[in-house]
């Protein structure tokens, strides 16, 4: 099953910050957040597994709650490079669904100067 | 170091023909993922090759099939082309199957009409 992410959308102006969040219904063994701007590939930001430590370089970080099968990404004092399409791509433990990531439907952050 | 590559870029193609898919992938990765991306949706996985075997599938038809070869590039190859098949077709290599980080290609953008 997908995850779902929240919000659908977020328009921000320079400086400010961001939660997306990215929630399972089935019990995650890893959390991998994606950016995707426009006609390209989607570049890997950073990835989370159980049992694992809350990940962040720079002004991007996440965190991983394994009881909550939720994941949030936090973006703080947001740049116009953060504009894009967001996704987190959920790994499941057992056989082979370690490595087949599914991804939720996107968040779209559009950053405004 | 190289990226992940994969080619051709762009390609149309008619209903009812085939289509082989390429990528190569990232030095020192042995895993290779491809997902199906249509327009405004997020990647969806079709399968997993490690180290030249499948490692998991998802929810596609058989006439979706791969290869991966000796030295970890991959093929997609997509039989009796439907209208619906058009998309972005992402590869992503990695150090391992299980729980590694996906870094993707540019993607294989298909059009069939």
């Known amino acids: 099953q997908q995850p779902v992410q929240s919000p659908q959308a977020v328009i921000l102006r320079e400086g400010e910050d961001a939660v997306i969040n990215c929630s399972s219904s089935?019990?995650?063994?890893?959390v991998h957040w994606y950016r995707q701007k426009h006609g390209e590939a989607p570049v890997f930001l950073m990835i989370?597994?159980?049992?694992?430590e809350q990940k962040g370089h720079e002004k991007i970080s996440a965190s991983f709650n394994e009881k909550k099968q939720q994941s949030s990404l936090y973006l703080t004092a947001s740049q116009l490079s953060y504009s894009g399409t967001y996704f987190c791509?959920?790994?499941?433990?057992?056989?082979?669904?370690?490595?087949?990531?599914?991804f939720g439907q996107g968040t779209i952050l559009t950053v405004h100067p | 170091e190289t990226g992940v590559t994969q080619s051709p870029t762009h390609l149309i193609k008619t209903r009812g023909q085939q289509v082989t898919l390429r990528c190569s992938s990232q030095?020192?990765?042995?895993?290779v993922s491809w997902y199906q991306q249509a327009l405004g949706q997020g990647p969806q996985f079709i399968f997993q090759?490690?180290?030249?075997?499948?490692?998991g599938r998802g929810n596609f038809p058989p006439r979706f099939s791969g290869l991966q070869f000796p030295n970890y590039s991959s093929e997609l190859n997509v039989n009796a082309l439907e209208l619906d098949d058009s998309a972005l077709y992402l590869c992503?290599?990695?150090?391992?199957?299980?729980?590694?980080?996906?870094?993707f290609g540019p993607g294989t953008r298909l059009t069939v009409l």
């Open positions: 992503a290599s990695s150090w391992r199957a299980t729980g590694g980080t996906q870094y």
């Open positions: 089935k019990a995650l063994y890893s």
């Open positions: 989370l597994l159980k049992g694992g």
């Open positions: 791509g959920t790994g499941h433990a057992g056989g082979t669904s370690y490595g087949k990531l599914t």
């Open positions: 030095s020192g990765h042995n895993t």
């Open positions: 090759y490690y180290r030249e075997e499948e490692n």
